[in-house]
């Protein structure tokens, strides 16, 4: 591989993510929201606070309140960053980061790609497969985390060949858990690795160095996060966050109050569907790996690489991980995971799967070959071929989540939905409830809080607590405890009907 070899990919990837972007005029779902939103509170110098509180899980006591207590802050970081370089507070200053972030996987996955085979025809095909990355593709360019797990995934897997890669791999980790929880998994797949070179790292000295400058590398990235943590909220890891390993649904990620999520409430819940929700998870999550990990084609040739390639620690350390990721999703967090969590995480690993994919297919049309069923040159026929395939395939799934479905969950219709609520009477001072929060506050600078699970006693409890004047109920909010408030919006003395903006129907709360 060389120089130019890089830089065809990089213009590429710049090229096709930017036309990409350029149908994503708004975040468009509530992660990149929240990213976006977090970042623009970073550039007006409010710090890491945010006016609007989208989960009740760390028992908030109100209006700023300190920000990524469930999510964690690097992809705000990188948000602001690319704020400040343009000198703007938009969205699409927001991106300028994420987009050259994205256009650095494809020469990262080459270079990964080489290591394995030396040959270059190899490594481009893989550093296409970055570039065109199937359901990936849409979510590269936002401000959510996938173009940033994915480069620091691929760094990782290049740093494994180092002789002493431990501070790295540290660091690294690191930034992985700035970026997601999950990042702390890293960790335990840099000790796999620690293991798989046990033969060469033969003393206790050795080994005990190893783990020190693994954790130190953490530690240096990590450290500033723990310690605002403990001047927010007096522990160095955000309260609320552990109550999430007894949810019994999703939907109860927005519990009010977050005490009836508990140990005993999980068992309540029954041996059977703790059971059941965890085969749920499973199926669930191995749909994404064969759909959104693999892009469906490449699955059996990632297999077959894996195969080829079994005695690498690289591959090794990266099937041990995904098997780790796999049961952490599916048994410890089933609803987070099956809800986008896999998917989120397991982009990691990405780059050494389109590494191996090329791999696999040409062990595949070699064998193929020596039986007979094909020529000798059908080996850049398919290589062609299996580029086009994926090409293809990523272009459907951009047509189907841009134009066919449209890009955002109906954020676009919140300023209307504001003004509406301006002429009703709302001041800039009221607090309005709904579906998206950080959505809302993004787009229209109002204070939000997020409307709870639960009837609408919990509804009125959390509007009293926080202060929440006007409820905007979009249908997707319109859960079965406030379905009837819905369909039914003159029903309830609680609230004043305001009429409504296309589907969304919009109350002054009157209260008890």
């Given at each position: 591989?060389?120089?130019s070899?890089?830089?065809l990919?990089?213009?590429?990837?710049l090229?096709?993510?930017?036309i990409?972007?350029?149908?994503?005029?708004?975040?468009?779902?509530?992660?990149s929201?929240?990213?976006?939103?977090g970042?623009?509170?970073?550039?007006?110098?409010?710090?890491?606070?945010?006016?609007?509180?989208?989960?009740?899980?760390?028992?908030?006591?109100?209006?700023?309140?300190p920000s990524?207590?469930?999510?964690?802050?690097?992809?705000?970081?990188v948000?602001a960053?690319?704020?400040?370089?343009?000198?703007?507070?938009?969205?699409?200053?927001?991106?300028?980061?994420?987009?050259?972030?994205?256009?650095?996987?494809?020469?990262?996955?080459a270079?990964?790609?080489?290591?394995f085979?030396?040959?270059?025809?190899?490594?481009?095909?893989?550093?296409?497969?970055?570039?065109?990355?199937?359901?990936?593709?849409?979510?590269?360019?936002?401000?959510?985390?996938?173009?940033?797990?994915i480069?620091?995934?691929?760094?990782?897997?290049?740093?494994?060949?180092?002789?002493?890669?431990?501070?790295?791999?540290?660091?690294?980790?690191?930034?992985m858990s700035?970026?997601?929880?999950?990042?702390?998994l890293?960790?335990?797949i840099?000790?796999?690795?620690?293991?798989?070179?046990?033969?060469q790292?033969?003393?206790?000295k050795?080994?005990?160095?190893?783990?020190?400058?693994?954790?130190?590398?953490?530690?240096?990235?990590?450290?500033?996060?723990?310690?605002?943590?403990?001047?927010?909220?007096g522990?160095?890891?955000?309260?609320?966050g552990?109550?999430?390993?007894w949810m019994?649904?999703y939907?109860?990620?927005?519990t009010?109050?977050?005490?009836?999520?508990?140990y005993?409430?999980?068992?309540m819940?029954?041996?059977?569907?703790?059971?059941?929700?965890?085969l749920?998870?499973?199926?669930q999550?191995?749909?994404?790996?064969v759909?959104?990990?693999?892009?469906i084609?490449l699955?059996?040739?990632?297999?077959?690489?894996?195969?080829?390639?079994?005695?690498?620690e690289?591959?090794?350390?990266?099937?041990?991980?995904?098997?780790?990721?796999?049961?952490?999703?599916?048994?410890?967090?089933?609803?987070?995971?099956?809800?986008?969590?896999f998917?989120?995480?397991?982009?990691?690993?990405?780059?050494?799967?389109?590494?191996?994919?090329?791999?696999?297919?040409?062990?595949?049309?070699?064998?193929?070959?020596?039986r007979?069923?094909?020529?000798?040159?059908?080996?850049?026929?398919?290589?062609?071929?299996f580029?086009?395939?994926?090409?293809?395939?990523?272009?459907?799934?951009?047509?189907?989540?841009?134009?066919?479905?449209?890009?955002?969950?109906?954020e676009?219709?919140?300023p209307e939905?504001?003004?509406?609520?301006?002429?009703?009477?709302?001041?800039p001072m009221?607090?309005?409830?709904?579906?998206?929060?950080?959505?809302?506050?993004?787009?229209?600078?109002?204070?939000?809080?997020?409307?709870?699970?639960?009837?609408?006693?919990?509804?009125?409890?959390?509007?009293?607590?926080y202060?929440g004047s006007?409820?905007?109920?979009?249908?997707?909010?319109?859960?079965?405890g406030?379905?009837?408030l819905?369909?039914q919006?003159?029903?309830?003395?609680?609230?004043?009907?305001l009429?409504?903006?296309?589907d969304?129907?919009?109350?002054?709360?009157?209260?008890?």
């Amino acid at each position: 591989m060389t120089r130019s070899h890089y830089l065809l990919l990089f213009t590429i990837g710049l090229l096709f993510t930017s036309i990409i972007a350029l149908f994503e005029p708004i975040p468009g779902y509530l992660d990149s929201d929240y990213y976006f939103a977090g970042g623009l509170q970073l550039v007006k110098g409010n710090g890491f606070t945010e006016p609007y509180l989208w989960n009740y899980l760390d028992n908030p006591a109100g209006l700023p309140h300190p920000s990524h207590s469930y999510w964690m802050p690097l992809a705000s970081i990188v948000s602001a960053g690319g704020m400040l370089l343009a000198g703007q507070s938009t969205y699409s200053a927001s991106r300028i980061l994420f987009i050259l972030i994205t256009a650095l996987v494809p020469p990262i996955t080459a270079s990964l790609a080489y290591s394995f085979s030396n040959r270059t025809n190899m490594a481009l095909i893989s550093g296409f497969l970055a570039v065109f990355s199937g359901y990936h593709a849409p979510f590269m360019p936002v401000t959510d985390n996938f173009g940033i797990y994915i480069l620091l995934g691929g760094l990782y897997f290049l740093l494994v060949r180092l002789q002493r890669p431990w501070f790295w791999f540290g660091v690294i980790t690191g930034f992985m858990s700035l970026a997601r929880n999950d990042g702390i998994l890293w960790l335990g797949i840099s000790v796999i690795l620690i293991y798989l070179r046990k033969n060469q790292l033969v003393t206790i000295k050795e080994m005990t160095s190893a783990f020190i400058l693994l954790v130190a590398g953490f530690i240096l990235i990590m450290a500033p996060w723990y310690v605002r943590n403990y001047f927010a909220y007096g522990s160095v890891m955000a309260p609320g966050g552990g109550l999430t390993l007894w949810m019994t649904s999703y939907n109860q990620t927005f519990t009010y109050p977050a005490t009836k999520l508990s140990y005993d409430s999980w068992i309540m819940h029954g041996s059977q569907n703790i059971i059941r929700d965890r085969l749920w998870a499973l199926g669930q999550n191995l749909q994404n790996a064969v759909a959104a990990h693999g892009s469906i084609i490449l699955v059996p040739f990632i297999g077959s690489g894996i195969w080829l390639h079994r005695t690498d620690e690289r591959v090794k350390a990266g099937c041990l991980g995904w098997i780790l990721l796999l049961a952490t999703m599916t048994l410890v967090f089933p609803f987070a995971g099956a809800r986008g969590g896999f998917f989120h995480a397991g982009s990691a690993f990405q780059t050494l799967w389109w590494s191996l994919a090329p791999l696999g297919l040409a062990a595949s049309v070699d064998k193929a070959i020596t039986r007979c069923w094909f020529r000798e040159s059908s080996q850049k026929i398919f290589q062609i071929m299996f580029i086009q395939v994926v090409l293809i395939i990523t272009l459907f799934i951009c047509w189907v989540r841009l134009f066919k479905l449209g890009w955002g969950e109906g954020e676009q219709k919140y300023p209307e939905v504001e003004n509406q609520l301006v002429v009703s009477g709302a001041l800039p001072m009221d607090i309005v409830m709904v579906r998206n929060p950080p959505g809302y506050t993004m787009l229209t600078n109002r204070r939000t809080i997020v409307i709870p699970e639960g009837d609408i006693s919990v509804l009125l409890s959390v509007a009293d607590r926080y202060g929440g004047s006007y409820l905007v109920l979009e249908p997707q909010a319109a859960l079965p405890g406030i379905k009837d408030l819905y369909e039914q919006p003159d029903s309830d003395t609680r609230f004043i009907y305001l009429g409504e903006v296309d589907d969304i129907r919009l109350f002054s709360i009157v209260g008890e």
